[in-house]
């Protein structure tokens, strides 16, 4: 029943605010319009048709709220006085009474708010569809007073969250049962993905461990800040973190006034993401421009500030290697490569003809290439790949929903900043190092000195081993010495790794050498 209500709201707040309107003008049909107007009747909709569209969305709830900061940050989608009045759902969706955020951090510490923090400003300073924002001072450990911003959860939000889950899970169960496409596109396993995100983004601890975590990969980079979180502060409810001073990513007039390079900028978002994705399998998934900033202090100068890490995603080695093989098979146009990882990886039906799926993937991808990111949408090539894909029953990953959602984000932020960038080749030198560290000595070293403990401990018993099996005792010690006979042979395959690569790399600087002396002999 109360998904019912829901979707009855959802369906009142859609003709309330007219966005049916804006589906049926958008078919350019007249008699289509003449419905349009005719629907109007009896509805006050004297409000411009983005602002309608930011209302209804800011209406329905926090996801609602989420998928318009999706759409506002593709620009290239839509026309702008929607993508203007989208953008503000990224931080600035209407606050709610603070009276009640200091009700919630009373309860949280059980203790009034001037006994928590050293000064508390009431007034929030940005408000998004979990949560909101407000400065403060606390005292820490070693008594320092310390400037902090507080993210206060919004209350009821578990709730409405629940209700619209429980919506999306029952239509995703009638595409499953009345679309062809259902099985494969999985719907009840994207909105599972989905729900496990949300629902993580209610608990205020887990985004501090994300932020911590980002903090620690991030290190050393030099390319983006993450803030100081204060565990003595926080709680499930309550988040307390280093105040952060930046301007705002989307505000690139600002940014360029103030002598911050742009093109770099753009660059540089490259490579974190694919430094997030691929070397830590760990990565910022809600990046729009309202959680990313840009430190203009002058020992950061230049450097993003990364907001918000309520949803993130994670990858496993296996995805990790698969995405890479697949990317940097992409960027050399090898599309052959890109077919047979589909096969092999069980994305596609093992009977699939290679050089069908070949030329597919050829016939969408080639038309982008050698192309500044102006003149390309990933959005349309990942339109034609869904239609290329529903050809050969590609199946669809759950696990990368998420970074294909933060992919179309950091077009959509590249694209903003410097519509010149080169994204293939501004990503593939990084990739093919990636792969060589991933696959190269510097992997068989690793992976050698990670077994080096257990290599310790079973080699001291081989002969002991040996010794029992000879004496026909295999039914004691069987099961050991099958382990290390398998961790035996694993330790052969990469010593031989070792040598072939020492040996290759030898031959290497010989034949340097020689050519060398052919040249200067002649």
């Avoid at 820490?140 to 209700?163: C, E």
């Avoid at 502060?233 to 989307?250: A, S």
């Avoid at 753009?266 to 840009?294: K, L, S, W």
């Avoid at 993130?312 to 890109?338: H, I, M, W």
Wanted: aromatic share 10%; hydrophobic share 45%; glycine share 6%.
């Amino acid at each position: 029943m109360s998904r019912f209500f829901r979707g009855f709201t959802i369906v009142w707040t859609c003709l309330r605010y007219g966005l049916d309107e804006l589906v049926l003008n958008s078919f350019q049909n007249p008699v289509l319009s003449r419905i349009a107007r005719f629907t109007n009747f009896g509805r006050k909709l004297d409000a411009p048709r983005g602002q309608r569209l930011r209302e209804a969305l800011e209406s329905l709830g926090p996801i609602f709220v989420k998928f318009g900061q999706v759409l506002s940050t593709r620009r290239d989608l839509m026309p702008p006085d929607i993508a203007d009045e989208l953008a503000l759902l990224q931080d600035r969706v209407p606050p709610f009474d603070p009276n009640v955020a200091v009700e919630t951090i009373e309860r949280a510490f059980r203790k009034p708010v001037d006994q928590v923090f050293e000064s508390f400003d009431r007034v929030p300073v940005a408000s998004a569809s979990i949560a909101q924002v407000h400065f403060a001072v606390i005292r820490d450990r070693d008594g320092v007073t310390r400037d902090v911003a507080v993210k206060v959860l919004r209350p009821g939000m578990l709730n409405v969250i629940d209700k619209d889950i429980a919506l999306m899970r029952m239509m995703a169960g009638w595409v499953e049962k009345l679309s062809s496409d259902g099985k494969r596109l999985k719907p009840m396993q994207v909105v599972a993905e989905f729900d496990n995100y949300l629902h993580d983004e209610l608990d205020l601890i887990k985004e501090a461990a994300n932020a911590a975590q980002l903090r620690r990969n991030m290190d050393g980079l030099d390319l983006v800040e993450i803030p100081e979180i204060f565990w003595d502060f926080c709680h499930p409810q309550v988040l307390v973190m280093q105040r952060m001073t930046g301007v705002p990513i989307n505000q690139v007039e600002k940014l360029r006034d103030a002598g911050v390079d742009i093109p770099k900028l753009a660059r540089d978002g490259v490579t974190i993401f694919f430094t997030q994705v691929f070397r830590d399998g760990f990565f910022h998934a809600d990046m729009h421009p309202g959680n990313i900033q840009v430190s203009l202090e002058p020992e950061t100068f230049g450097r993003y500030i990364s907001l918000d890490f309520g949803i993130v995603g994670s990858l496993t080695e296996f995805d990790k290697e698969y995405l890479a093989q697949n990317f940097t098979a992409f960027f050399r146009r090898d599309y052959k490569r890109v077919a047979e990882l589909h096969i092999e990886s069980g994305w596609v039906p093992a009977t699939t003809r290679v050089n069908e799926l070949e030329s597919a993937i050829r016939s969408v991808c080639e038309p982008y290439f050698d192309r500044p990111l102006k003149e390309i949408s990933l959005g349309m090539v990942l339109l034609r790949l869904f239609q290329t894909s529903r050809r050969f029953q590609v199946e669809i990953q759950p696990q990368l929903v998420l970074l294909q959602k933060t992919l179309l984000n950091i077009e959509g932020l590249g694209r903003q900043l410097d519509p010149e960038l080169d994204l293939w080749s501004t990503a593939k030198p990084f990739l093919e190092k990636w792969m060589l560290d991933q696959m190269g000595p510097k992997r068989v070293w690793r992976e050698l000195v990670a077994q080096a403990p257990l290599y310790a401990k079973l080699l001291p018993q081989l002969p002991r081993l040996m010794h029992d099996y000879l004496q026909q005792k295999p039914k004691d010690y069987g099961g050991e010495l099958q382990d290390l006979l398998a961790e035996q042979k694993r330790t052969n395959r990469l010593l031989q790794r070792i040598v072939y690569g020492g040996v290759g790399f030898v031959l290497g600087l010989l034949v340097m050498q020689i050519l060398m002396r052919w040249r200067h002999f002649y």
